[in-house]
């Protein structure tokens, strides 16, 4: 087991530092804009929570590239591979189109949100730029599953970290108008991420269709990329509950975030504050649930049911591991990790024991990620979405409001129904991985 969680491990740390960095891109918005106002970067929260759950939909669509890349890898099908990739290139390109312009053109749904009107009159420009943001950013996903799915993390991790100094100089420029730049402040982030978004997928567009890496799946091009029907719904049958799993632990997150909102902006940003930190513990696990979804699927291009059981044993008790770290660490620097995003002391003030909960729910949330990801690596993906449904919808959002508005808790009680929430969809996916895996390996052992 211990070598299992090794080769996982090894797998995983480029996509995790590509996570990271994806995830560093965020956080450097917050903090640059929140040196500005704590309404500024209110403004930025309101946003990320009014997008994320169509941005998360797409990336879900886009892990379908990765999942049946692998599968065909495990096969050794490089022609079944090129024919994936041309196939799920084009799914998610129309996936990234109709999501971008449902956020450009609907981004009025700011103003019927209850939030505070400086706010929204704040956030307007910054949601067109991110919501055109998205078409570049899902095509780079796309191609960065492709590459993931062969194991080649490696490549998108680097053209990720290279998109950091470049965000950041943009941002320097926009934000706050120096070297004669205009000052945009909000607006000028987004600009900056419309712009480093688009050079990244290009880059790693070039790189795929013309390294010798990629050579061989390119070269087929001329019999495989042709769209066909059953592609597209192979494709759409991991990537449509893909997407409703990943959207329903997102959309509880951002309505969590809309709610403690309409609380006011002093919430709203210690809130944020405290989901950065905590999406940024989270990108790790969604790294190891990847690198473990990608291995367990390549086993079941072999069906080899007792390495897919060694592989998810391994990857869960990394994830426990990982977790504990993570939660020792929040309450170790919860009065330091948010005088980085904003000076307000009231802010700080509620960031710091909202990262007390925050540091709670560590465990839960890298184990469910993580089983989820297995669970999607042996196809089964149907089950786990319904159980995410009611972990998040049926337990954890309406306990959290009771909570906040009944009892009177405001932001601590919507962060103690993510607690519960992600608690009970952890149950209930580790038990159905260990479940599947059980029954599918004394089945094979019958021949």
Excluded at 380 to 389: E, R, S
């Amino acid at each position: 087991m211990k070598k299992e969680a090794s080769q996982t491990l090894k797998l995983a740390f480029p996509i995790i530092i590509g996570e990271l960095a994806q995830m560093a891109l965020h956080l450097i918005d917050s903090a640059m804009v929140g040196a500005i106002s704590y309404k500024h970067l209110a403004a930025a929260a309101l946003v990320i929570n009014a997008m994320n759950i169509p941005f998360v939909i797409g990336i879900g669509m886009t892990i379908s590239v990765s999942q049946m890349v692998s599968l065909a890898n495990g096969k050794q099908d490089a022609q079944q591979v090129s024919h994936y990739l041309y196939n799920g290139f084009i799914l998610c390109t129309l996936t990234a189109l109709v999501i971008s312009f449902t956020l450009v053109f609907g981004k009025n749904i700011l103003y019927h949100l209850g939030q505070d009107p400086d706010v929204v009159e704040l956030a307007m420009p910054f949601m067109k730029l991110m919501g055109l943001s998205i078409i570049p950013m899902l095509l780079f996903m796309t191609l960065k599953q492709f590459a993931d799915g062969l194991e080649y993390t490696r490549t998108a991790m680097i053209f990720s970290l290279a998109g950091m100094p470049l965000n950041i100089l943009l941002n320097w420029l926009l934000i706050y108008g120096n070297w004669g730049f205009p000052r945009l402040e909000l607006e000028g982030a987004g600009w900056a991420t419309l712009i480093t978004r688009t050079c990244m997928f290009l880059a790693l567009g070039y790189v795929v269709l013309s390294h010798k890496t990629f050579a061989r799946y390119i070269a087929v091009r001329h019999n495989q990329w042709k769209l066909k029907a059953k592609t597209l719904r192979e494709l759409l049958h991991i990537g449509v509950p893909s997407s409703m799993q990943i959207g329903m632990e997102a959309g509880a997150f951002a309505v969590s975030g809309i709610i403690i909102g309409t609380l006011g902006a002093v919430s709203q940003a210690a809130h944020q504050i405290a989901l950065n930190c905590a999406s940024f513990t989270f990108m790790v696990s969604m790294g190891l649930a990847q690198a473990g979804s990608i291995r367990v699927s390549n086993a079941l291009g072999r069906t080899d049911w007792v390495k897919i059981i060694v592989i998810g044993k391994s990857t869960i008790l990394t994830a426990l591991i990982y977790g504990t770290i993570c939660a020792a660490l929040f309450v170790i620097l919860r009065n330091v990790l948010p005088v980085a995003f904003n000076q307000e002391p009231q802010v700080v003030e509620l960031a710091a024991l909202l990262l007390l909960f925050a540091a709670v729910f560590q465990i839960s949330d890298s184990t469910q990620a993580i089983s989820a990801g297995l669970l999607r690596g042996i196809k089964d993906v149907k089950t786990p979405t319904i159980l995410i449904g009611i972990a998040y919808w049926v337990i954890g959002i309406p306990v959290g409001y009771l909570l906040a508005f009944n009892f009177n808790m405001g932001a601590k009680g919507m962060w103690l129904g993510l607690i519960l929430g992600l608690t009970v969809a952890s149950g209930f996916l580790i038990t159905r991985f260990l479940k599947m895996g059980k029954r599918n390996t004394l089945r094979s052992a019958r021949g």
